[in-house]
């Protein structure tokens, strides 16, 4: 049974009004970045099974499963593969193609839940079957380097989008992370060539993680007619932190017609710590909106991703709390419901009807 069919339990278990909730399930509500697959390729978390609680309380890891997705009634998600950087350069290819298959055979497996969907036309009618409409997206480029015809093959691969780099350097271009150790040395000519290799195959160039001057070497060598996205982030304005972007960077996204989804991390968003609140989600999605227009805010919550979330947001099945807090702040019904997935389909739909 989904939480739709329960929904004033649901509501009455999360604290927030039945109008909150009501918007929460009229919406599209789309998760720019899932990594729970990391586990299941790591420690064989079972991504089938419903896990009633998070191993470790709600840190790191345990926040998503198939189950609790399709009761949190999620319409559509990124689930990512992410690129072990330690791996010799010409294994990463043949692990990347591994990892796919088995993240594709997972979504295959639940039918009546899920449909794996690689466009708009394909989003649209996985949602009009009432099925979780899952893309797929790499993190970490670096993937794609080490094989000859790596880059060739792109078209193949089915995947939405590529997050440049990662939590290290890379052949790219160097990563925001204090772990780059050196000076920021911007974009490599690897990294031009694999951003025009991307926009030719109608692959979103994610810049999340990658470094201030590199950002902007991709803002430079993108195509101009394509949207940008930085899926999993949070804004410095709000709390100044190597991770997140300043307010240029929100902008030149927005520019490009692209979206910046926020990430749940307590430390990104402001409580290095002890956990934070949802509220803290809403401040950072609440600037974005400012500075960079309400055509470009989205949610990544970077689930799963090793992060300790805001303890009233420790899972998928805590979402629509954010609406409870957008609507007490003065949202629009019709702004939110962007927030939660409309900005996303608008970029979908340009890039890969």
Same mark, same amino acid.
Request: proline share 4%.
């Given at each position: ?17 039945? @109008?909150?909730? $009501? ?25 089938? @099974?419903?896990?009633? &609680? ?20 999620? @319409? ?9 950087p330690l791996r ?9 193609? /591994? ?7 997972e979504f295959a ?8 969907? &690689? ?50 350097? /890379? /052949? ?28 030719? @195959? ?17 803002? $430079? ?18 709390? &100044? ?29 402001? #409580?290095?710590?002890? #956990?934070? #609140?949802?509220?803290?989600v809403v401040d ?5 909106? &400012? ?12 689930? $799963? ?49």
């Amino acid at each position: 049974m989904t939480r739709a069919r329960e929904a004033g339990e649901w509501a009455r278990e999360l604290g927030i009004s039945r @109008a909150a909730l $009501d918007l929460y399930l009229a919406s599209e509500v789309i998760d720019l970045h899932l990594d729970s697959f990391i586990w299941s390729r790591l420690f064989g978390y079972d991504l089938r @099974a419903r896990h009633a &609680r998070a191993p470790l309380g709600g840190w790191f890891l345990g926040h998503a499963d198939f189950p609790r997705v399709r009761e949190a009634e999620l @319409a559509g998600a990124t689930w990512v593969v992410t690129t072990n950087p330690l791996r010799e350069a010409s294994d990463r290819f043949r692990t990347l193609l /591994s990892n796919l298959a088995a993240l594709k055979a997972e979504f295959a497996a639940e039918p009546s839940d899920f449909a794996f969907v &690689r466009t708009y036309a394909e989003y649209r009618a996985a949602r009009k079957n009432r099925l979780h409409a899952a893309f797929i997206g790499i993190q970490g480029g670096n993937a794609l380097d080490g094989v000859e015809d790596s880059i060739e093959q792109l078209p193949a691969l089915d995947i939405l989008r590529v997050t440049l780099v990662h939590l290290s350097n /890379s /052949s790219i271009g160097p990563t925001s992370s204090p772990l780059r150790l050196g000076p920021d040395g911007g974009l490599t000519g690897f990294g031009r060539e694999l951003i025009n290799r991307l926009e030719c @195959a109608k692959i979103l160039v994610d810049l999340a993680h990658i470094s201030a001057q590199a950002f902007w070497d991709a803002v $430079d060598a993108h195509n101009p007619t394509l949207p940008l996205v930085v899926t999993h982030t949070g804004v410095s304005s709000v709390h &100044r932190h190597w991770r997140n972007l300043d307010d240029a960077q929100l902008r030149a996204v927005a520019e490009s017609g692209g979206v910046v989804g926020v990430m749940f991390h307590s430390a990104f968003l402001g #409580r290095s710590t002890f #956990r934070g #609140r949802a509220e803290q989600v809403v401040d950072h999605l609440a600037h974005v909106v &400012r500075v960079a227009g309400e055509d470009a805010a989205a949610i990544g919550s970077d689930f $799963d991703g090793n992060i300790i979330p805001p303890r009233d947001l420790q899972s998928v099945l805590e979402f629509p709390r954010l609406v409870e807090i957008m609507l007490a702040r003065g949202f629009k019904e019709a702004l939110i419901q962007k927030i939660l997935g409309g900005n996303f389909l608008r970029v979908l739909e340009e890039v890969r009807p």
